[in-house]
């Protein structure tokens, strides 16, 4: 078996193991089995790092069903490979060069001979950023829910936060907490660092500790970090601009609200559209132009090696990139003064039409299986669902049983991730020493 085809078999493997505990009567608040498309999508969502949902978390499912959720999110944020490669290093076994190609693949990394200490480091980092997240979340709730309450919330939405999933325990979200700065901030901050990837925390970590103990030797920034941080700092004010002006003057959403909360929900907004589902704000009842922007930031997503997904903002910067030397007539891609090889701008035209084809398809199906949703409402609900974010205009629950195994598929489909599907699908490339004459074309 290939190594892609391993990756999208164990994905299959976690939903469906999610599917059966979330299938028991324990897991539900009312002691019953559950629905099987129910569980089924939950556990998707959940693996898929996704956020949409069927029925309300908090009331349908039992304390130990919420507790298979969060554990179904950290496996699915993790991914099944570092999961997976973790389990086998606490139970004291060797990697096998297969294993560590696997590893590799699935992390999206140039380099195989430090995989064991950078799966070991993406564990350690993850439990740093979800226990300092619980801590001041345990702060928020306390107040309102009690300790023993606030204790568990804090950890659910923790998890839920870093690793971009979207689950709340509460019916309406975050929306309760739209003028809260602390909160605001807490799960802003995790979703971006859980967005951003773990190589880029890396190379922030080893940056202030050579700027704390005074090294000399100073690190020198990867193209990757530099692409990933200046993107998603532009992405983030963009958006954040987008959502104040468009939903200022909406009396539905922000246009009641003081000054400050404006701010806080643009922001909050921008942040979470790339990847979490989480929302202070009304999605159904926002303006068709930030819905429009909503849809843009989804498809674009995170960055590669997150626990985020989209066609990530490399492949967007890349493709820019592109379009800005052919405007200056250059033959070369060029970005941070440094050539982007030919394989890889493939590679992003390669990701971006595919998704767009799943993109279409889905739609198109959703559309026929649910044809008295309207358009703007079904074409969200599909790019939420590949993006693995979340946020819906409330239609999620009324979906016909076909329209969630669309649904279902769409997440499933955009976790995984368009190239290693299609290798799953087509199986390893074969190069070829072959080469045909070239012939110009009209393009454009």
Not at 15 to 28: E, H, K, Q, R
Not at 397 to 413: A, E
């Amino acid at each position: 078996m290939t190594v892609a085809r391993t990756i999208c078999l164990g994905f299959l493997v976690i939903i469906a193991i999610g599917t059966f505990l979330l299938l028991l009567p324990v897991s539900t608040s009312e002691g019953t089995w559950n629905n099987f498309v129910t569980a089924l999508f939950t556990a998707t969502s959940a693996v898929c790092v996704t956020g949409l949902i069927v029925v309300d978390t908090g009331t349908h499912y039992s304390g130990l069903g919420e507790f298979f959720i969060v554990l179904l999110i950290q496996l699915g944020g993790l991914g099944y490979m570092t999961a997976n490669t973790f389990l086998l290093l606490l139970l004291g076994r060797r990697l096998g060069l297969r294993d560590r190609i696997a590893i590799q693949k699935s992390l999206d990394t140039a380099e195989m001979s430090g995989v064991v200490p950078l799966v070991r480091s993406i564990v350690a980092m993850t439990l740093v950023f979800e226990l300092t997240g619980m801590f001041v979340l345990l702060l928020i709730f306390t107040p309102d829910f009690g300790f023993n309450n606030s204790l568990w919330l804090a950890i659910f939405h923790s998890i839920s936060a870093f690793n971009n999933a979207g689950f709340s325990l509460f019916a309406d979200s975050l929306m309760a907490y739209a003028g809260s700065i602390p909160m605001n901030l807490v799960i802003t901050l995790l979703v971006i660092f859980g967005g951003i990837g773990y190589q880029v925390i890396m190379e922030m970590y080893m940056w202030v500790r050579d700027r704390i103990s005074r090294n000399p030797e100073r690190v020198v920034f990867s193209l990757h970090f530099k692409i990933v941080t200046s993107t998603t700092l532009l992405l983030l004010i963009l958006g954040t601009i987008a959502f104040f002006f468009t939903e200022s003057s909406n009396p539905r959403t922000l246009g009641n609200a003081d000054f400050l909360e404006r701010i806080l929900s643009a922001w909050f907004q921008s942040v979470i559209t790339r990847t979490a589902g989480f929302n202070t704000l009304d999605i159904g009842q926002m303006t068709t132009a930030a819905l429009f922007i909503t849809i843009a930031l989804m498809f674009i997503g995170a960055s590669p090696g997150s626990t985020g997904g989209g066609i990530k903002t490399t492949t967007v910067r890349v493709l820019a990139s592109c379009t800005r030397s052919v405007l200056q007539g250059r033959n070369q891609v060029l970005c941070f003064e440094r050539q982007i090889p030919p394989e890889l701008i493939l590679k992003a035209v390669a990701v971006v039409l595919s998704s767009l084809g799943v993109v279409v398809v889905a739609t198109i199906l959703l559309a026929i299986s649910d044809p008295n949703i309207e358009f703007i409402e079904l074409f969200f609900e599909v790019i939420s669902a590949f993006a693995t974010v979340g946020l819906s205009m409330g239609i999620t629950g009324s979906l016909s049983t076909l329209g969630q195994l669309v649904i279902i598929v769409t997440m499933y489909v955009g976790r995984v991730g368009m190239v290693i599907l299609m290798s799953a699908m087509i199986g390893d490339p074969k190069p070829s020493n072959i080469r045909y004459p070239e012939e110009n074309l009209l393009v454009g």
